[in-house]
C-alpha cells in the first residue's frame, strides 16, 4: 500500500498551539495557550499577532475560524485554572475579533460560561460559539437586522459542546461527549471533583462513549453518531465520506464512514 501522507515538524511557535484556522490565501492563524494569536505564512514564517485586548492578556485561546473577509475570531478562557474555571462555572470566557488590515484587536462579547469552539455560518451572516459548561452554542449576528446581538443557536444538549464545524454540505458537526448536567445542579459535587483532581490526580469517568451530533442551519439536532469505545470527544471534523473525530484521551483519530454508517435519529 502507498502512503502518500508525509508528518514533518514545520513550525515552532515556542507555546502551545491549540486551534488553527485557514484563510483562502493559505496563510495559517493559529491561536497559541502561551503566545496568543499568531500567523503563519505559506512559506512557513511565524508572526505574532496580538496578544491582549482592553489591556488584558488573553490567557487561554480555545477556538478559532477566520472570515472571507479576513476577519478573525476567536474565544479566550482563563489559561493556568482553565479546568478549574471550568467547574467553577463563572462566565469568565470571551469573544474577540482580530483585523489583520488594522491590527486591531476588539473584543465582541464578555460573560460567556467557557467560550469553546467557534464557526462561521454557511453565508457568514453570524459566528456561532460553544459555552461548554452551559451545553450550549450561542450566535453573534455580523450582519442584518440582528446585527450585533446575540441568541441562542442549539442548547439542552445532552452533553458538554467542544468545537463544532461546518461541512459545506448543509451540516455543522458538534462534538458531544459527557454530560455536566448533574454538575450544573449540584455546586458542592463540582468541589468533589476538585479535590479529587488537584489531590488524587484522576479524572473521574463521567461517560463511557463518545457522541457527535450533525446539526441542520437552523441549528436543530438532525442525527448524530455514537461510539462506546469513543470517550471525551473533543472536535468532530467531516471530510468527504467521513467523520474524523478527536478524543482527550485517545493518541489516534476515529475516522467513521458516513456511507457504511447511516446517520442515527437525533435525540435531545
Given at each position: 500500500?502507498?502512503?502518500?501522507?508525509?508528518?514533518?515538524?514545520?513550525?515552532?511557535?515556542?507555546?502551545?498551539?491549540?486551534?488553527?484556522?485557514i484563510d483562502?490565501?493559505?496563510?495559517?492563524?493559529v491561536?497559541d495557550a502561551?503566545?496568543?494569536?499568531?500567523?503563519?505564512s505559506?512559506?512557513?514564517?511565524?508572526e505574532?499577532?496580538?496578544d491582549?485586548a482592553?489591556g488584558?492578556?488573553?490567557?487561554?485561546?480555545?477556538?478559532?475560524?477566520?472570515?472571507?473577509?479576513?476577519?478573525?475570531?476567536?474565544t479566550?478562557?482563563?489559561?493556568?485554572?482553565?479546568?478549574?474555571?471550568?467547574?467553577?462555572?463563572?462566565?469568565?470566557?470571551?469573544?474577540?475579533?482580530?483585523?489583520?488590515?488594522?491590527?486591531?484587536?476588539?473584543?465582541?462579547?464578555r460573560?460567556h460560561?467557557?467560550a469553546?469552539?467557534?464557526?462561521?455560518?454557511?453565508?457568514?451572516d453570524?459566528?456561532i460559539?460553544?459555552?461548554?459548561?452551559?451545553?450550549?452554542?450561542?450566535r453573534?449576528?455580523?450582519?442584518?437586522?440582528?446585527?450585533?446581538?446575540i441568541?441562542?443557536?442549539?442548547d439542552?444538549?445532552?452533553?458538554?459542546?467542544?468545537n463544532?464545524?461546518?461541512?459545506?454540505?448543509?451540516?455543522?458537526?458538534?462534538?458531544?461527549?459527557?454530560?455536566?448536567?448533574?454538575?450544573q445542579?449540584?455546586?458542592?459535587?463540582?468541589?468533589?471533583?476538585?479535590f479529587?483532581?488537584?489531590?488524587?490526580?484522576?479524572m473521574?469517568?463521567?461517560?463511557?462513549?463518545?457522541?457527535?451530533?450533525?446539526l441542520d442551519?437552523?441549528g436543530?439536532?438532525?442525527?448524530?453518531?455514537?461510539?462506546?469505545?469513543?470517550?471525551?470527544?473533543?472536535?468532530?471534523?467531516?471530510?468527504?465520506?467521513?467523520?474524523?473525530?478527536?478524543?482527550i484521551?485517545?493518541s489516534?483519530?476515529?475516522?467513521l464512514?458516513?456511507?457504511?454508517?447511516?446517520?442515527?435519529?437525533?435525540?435531545?
Amino acid at each position: 500500500m502507498l502512503n502518500y501522507s508525509v508528518v514533518e515538524n514545520w513550525v515552532h511557535t515556542g507555546g502551545r498551539p491549540i486551534g488553527i484556522a485557514i484563510d483562502d490565501f493559505g496563510d495559517v492563524f493559529v491561536a497559541d495557550a502561551f503566545k496568543g494569536l499568531l500567523n503563519v505564512s505559506v512559506g512557513g514564517e511565524l508572526e505574532f499577532l496580538t496578544d491582549e485586548a482592553e489591556g488584558m492578556k488573553f490567557g487561554l485561546i480555545n477556538g478559532i475560524v477566520v472570515a472571507k473577509n479576513g476577519m478573525v475570531y476567536f474565544t479566550k478562557n482563563r489559561l493556568h485554572q482553565w479546568f478549574h474555571d471550568f467547574l467553577e462555572g463563572r462566565p469568565h470566557g470571551r469573544l474577540l475579533s482580530y483585523d489583520p488590515s488594522t491590527k486591531q484587536t476588539n473584543m465582541i462579547f464578555r460573560d460567556h460560561y467557557f467560550a469553546n469552539g467557534v464557526e462561521l455560518s454557511s453565508n457568514q451572516d453570524f459566528v456561532i460559539f460553544c459555552e461548554t459548561f452551559m451545553r450550549k452554542c450561542s450566535r453573534y449576528y455580523l450582519q442584518g437586522e440582528k446585527k450585533g446581538s446575540i441568541d441562542v443557536f442549539v442548547d439542552n444538549l445532552p452533553g458538554v459542546p467542544n468545537n463544532i464545524r461546518y461541512d459545506g454540505d448543509g451540516h455543522y458537526w458538534l462534538d458531544n461527549s459527557f454530560s455536566l448536567k448533574f454538575i450544573q445542579i449540584y455546586p458542592f459535587i463540582r468541589k468533589i471533583l476538585a479535590f479529587t483532581i488537584k489531590y488524587l490526580h484522576k479524572m473521574p469517568d463521567f461517560m463511557n462513549y463518545g457522541r457527535g451530533i450533525a446539526l441542520d442551519l437552523e441549528g436543530k439536532p438532525i442525527g448524530g453518531y455514537y461510539d462506546n469505545t469513543w470517550i471525551y470527544t473533543t472536535s468532530g471534523v467531516k471530510i468527504g465520506k467521513h467523520l474524523n473525530m478527536g478524543s482527550i484521551t485517545r493518541s489516534y483519530i476515529l475516522r467513521l464512514n458516513l456511507i457504511q454508517n447511516p446517520l442515527a435519529t437525533a435525540t435531545s
